[in-house]
């Protein structure tokens, strides 16, 4: 069977950037992991995932990929005719894997990772199957969004030993903490109202269509408590506002993210007569253009 088309298989565009080729590759790697998706099928998607974005995170390889195709890889074609280097094979739990590398790695970037099994440790707790360094005990523990966002003391079990873990403010889904000779694997649980990009939040708040041609002020939730925001008169649907430094606080250093705010405009389904008589009259009004 043909190999897959390898921006196809990340689910970006042939013009797509570095950042969102990176995003794309960690958003499936979590996705079809197999110690997480349990479908038979994540095994082979899981490999084909990794294979796009080892090629594609590569500038060269990439060049080399969107001039030729994948026969720039075949044995004998040019500089990766001959394999990306050194090979290892061997088994990860379910499923086997090839790990080819070029001595030096030649630079080659793994989603974020310094290898591309890192990720079993960062967000699964499993052992790089390289065993280049001794790995730590992985306990996992789950919190709410707003532990997460704020920080939180958690009393654990570990071996039968009940123990205090001090979560820092501003973990994320997948953040690991060190806790004496053993390492805690955070889950975070979804909040109703809040979405997180990174350090970022995201909102959606709902308007009238009177109150986005006119403009209004509207008071918004944010982590930190309620805002005053003003909607500027003629904000169009899935306008997005940003609210500086309004988002969480980074885990290290200083510095936090911002909140930013979707512009929904709800449209009624039920009218008065007058209401309806208004709105063909605001219809039949051609609208000017320019200053005057």
Same mark, same amino acid.
């Given at each position: 069977m043909a190999d897959k088309d390898y921006y196809q298989v990340l689910g970006v565009t042939k013009g797509a950037s570095d950042a969102e080729i990176k995003k794309a590759y960690r958003?499936?790697? &979590? =996705?079809?992991?197999?110690?997480?998706?349990? *479908?038979?099928?994540?095994? =082979?998607?899981?490999? =084909?995932?990794?294979?796009?974005?080892?090629?594609?995170? *590569?500038?060269?390889?990439?060049q080399a990929y969107d001039q030729f195709g994948h026969?720039?890889? $075949?044995?004998?074609? @040019?500089?990766? /005719?001959? @394999?990306?280097? @050194?090979?290892?094979? /061997?088994r990860y739990g379910p499923f086997t894997y090839t790990y080819t590398t070029s001595g030096n790695m030649g630079g080659f970037d793994f989603g974020g990772f310094s290898d591309p099994f890192e990720i079993f440790e960062q967000f699964f707790g499993g052992a790089n199957p390289f065993g280049r360094?001794?790995?730590?005990?992985?306990?996992?523990?789950?919190?709410?969004?707003? =532990?997460?966002?704020? /920080?939180?003391?958690?009393?654990i079990s570990i071996e039968g030993k009940n123990q205090t873990v001090k979560i820092p403010a501003g973990v994320d889904n997948g953040s690991r903490v060190r806790f004496g000779n053993y390492d805690v694997l955070i889950e975070v649980l979804p909040h109703s109202k809040?979405?997180?990009?990174?350090?970022?939040?995201?909102? *959606? $708040?709902?308007?009238t269509f009177p109150q986005a041609a006119l403009g209004t002020e509207i008071?918004?939730?944010?982590? $930190? @408590?309620?805002?005053?925001?003003?909607?500027?008169?003629g904000t169009q649907p899935n306008t997005v506002i940003r &609210?500086?430094?309004k988002g969480v606080s980074h885990v290290r250093g200083s510095g936090r993210g911002d909140h930013y705010v979707r512009i929904k405009v709800t449209v009624p389904k039920n009218l008065s007569g007058k209401q309806k008589d208004l709105l063909r009259e605001f219809g039949d009004t051609p609208l000017k253009k320019g200053w005057f």
């Open positions: 958003k499936l790697a &979590l =996705e079809y992991h197999p110690d997480r998706n349990k *479908d038979k099928q994540a095994h =082979e998607k899981f490999k =084909e995932i990794n294979k796009a974005y080892e090629v594609l995170s *590569d500038p060269q390889k990439k026969a720039a890889f $075949e044995q004998g074609a @040019g500089p990766f /005719g001959q @394999g990306f280097g @050194g090979a290892q094979s /061997g360094a001794q790995r730590r005990p992985v306990y996992s523990i789950e919190i709410d969004f707003m =532990e997460a966002v704020k /920080g939180v003391t958690k009393r809040f979405r997180r990009e990174g350090y970022d939040i995201v909102t *959606d $708040e709902e308007i008071n918004v939730e944010t982590i $930190e @408590g309620n805002v005053k925001l003003r909607i500027p008169a &609210l500086s430094k």
